[in-house]
């Protein structure tokens, strides 16, 4: 293993030690991000900084995650944290860490397809390992579209079963009976978790942040075990090179996804998931938009988010689709308007999907050019 004085000199300067981190997972559209405003919010007094790994080409959660009175939200770029992101994760830390006078505690939030073990095993398995303390990992599920077997995926399995503390989220759209079956089954993959039911998140920080859940030394057992099993080369970055952490996570991947480390990209289609990103500055015609949502949008797509733009009206438009639930709020735009839309599931024709959402545009109205809508 390499030891830490191969890594930055500045990063290694930094005094701070242990650092709390959490680590937000659970599948696509479950409610992370509500989750971490309600965290954001309610954090008095403690100063957090945000990582977030999304998966899209555009990263719409920078939008939708409230800011702070500091700038502090660090967003990964487009990457399956569990393979490409392992050295951005730790650079990204490092940034956090080197921000030593403001920040008292670090909460990392996983694409809805991320395995959560290996993420956790870059915090413990690298030089981070000192410099940080992983509190618990949190994996939100939503009770109303959850099912182990719908998508087949070893993603929404693995954060079930490293769940420390699981919520079953959207408790406002299942009843009681649902929600305590649910349990049971949560409670067969993941005996000892806390669990706790909400409705946007809404839990009490005390139950969420801080709590001391997560048992490194568990982890380390269990995954020298794995480790022996299989012989992986990796390159990784060679200043933080540290084949313990990525033998360990690597050797996951292999096996559950028969991944190639040559084609990282790949590995994104993670369970088959993709997903189709569309961005334009013109505007949608309403009717055209709302057509597609009802005739052409395949049930294939199980998760979409975007910042949505109409031609028909002034404000700026929060779109999300889980499951076969969508939503249209409205804000006010703070930048120029434009359009912004990601699209994820499993076996989608991209290319058709574009041109339907494309077909949606139309050339800006004249009234907005006289000021309708600024
Ligand atoms: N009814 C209901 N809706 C919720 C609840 N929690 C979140 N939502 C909605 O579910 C949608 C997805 O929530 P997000 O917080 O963006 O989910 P996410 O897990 O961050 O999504 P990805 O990062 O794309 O995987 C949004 O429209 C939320 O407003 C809840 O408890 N009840």
């Known amino acids: 293993m390499q030891t830490a004085a191969t890594s930055s000199t500045s990063a290694m300067d930094v005094p701070k030690h242990g650092l709390p981190v959490t680590i937000i997972t659970g ?28 998966f899209g080409e555009i ?12 700038d502090n939200m660090v967003e990964l770029s487009n990457g399956c944290i569990c393979c490409t ?23 990392v939030e996983t694409t809805g397809l991320a395995d959560p073990l290996p993420v956790a095993m870059t915090f413990l398995g690298t030089e981070l390992r000192d410099m940080t303390r992983l509190d618990s ?37 299942v009843d009681e009976a649902d929600l305590d079956s649910l349990e049971v089954r949560i409670r067969d993959i993941k005996e000892g978790a806390r669990i706790l039911r909400t409705v946007k ?11 001391g859940l997560f048992e490194s030394d568990k982890y380390f057992a269990e995954e020298a075990e794995k480790s022996d099993h299989h012989d992986h080369a990796h390159a990784h970055a060679p200043e933080h090179e540290d084949h313990s952490a990525c033998d360990h996570d690597h050797g996951k991947c292999e096996h559950d996804h028969d991944h190639d480390h040559h084609h990282h990209s790949n590995h994104l289609e993670n369970d088959g998931f ?16 709302q057509h597609f949502l009802d005739n052409q949008l395949p049930t294939n797509v199980f998760r979409a988010k975007g910042i949505l733009w109409f031609d028909e009206s002034p ?8 499951g ?47 000021g309708f809508g600024k």
């Open 315 to 322: 404000k700026r438009h929060i779109f999300h689709l889980s």
């Open 59 to 70: 990263g719409i959660d920078n939008e939708l995650i409230i800011k702070t009175d500091d």
């Open 274 to 289: 993709t997903s189709v990103s569309f961005e334009s500055d013109r505007p949608f015609n309403i009717r055209k938009f």
């Open 201 to 211: 998140g809404q839990a009490p920080l005390a139950a969420l942040l801080s709590v």
């Open 27 to 54: 599948f696509l559209g479950s409610g992370k991000t509500t989750l971490l405003n309600h965290i954001l919010t309610n954090q008095q007094g403690v100063k957090t900084a945000v990582l977030v790994n999304e």
């Open 137 to 173: 990992i949190i994996t939100v599920v939503d009770s109303e579209n959850f099912s182990l077997d719908l998508f087949n995926s070893e993603a929404a399995y693995s954060q079930i079963a490293y769940g420390d503390i699981i919520l079953l989220n959207k408790a406002d759209l």
């Open 324 to 370: 076969k639930r969508f939503s249209l709020d409205d804000d006010q735009w703070v930048s120029t308007p434009k359009n912004q839309l990601v699209l994820i599931g499993q076996g989608l024709d991209h290319e058709a999907l574009r041109s339907q959402v494309e077909s949606c545009l139309t050339v800006p109205s004249v009234s907005r050019g006289k």
């Open 85 to 107: 992101i392992n050295n951005d994760l730790v650079e990204a830390v490092y940034k956090v860490l080197e921000r030593q006078d403001s920040i008292d505690y670090l909460v």
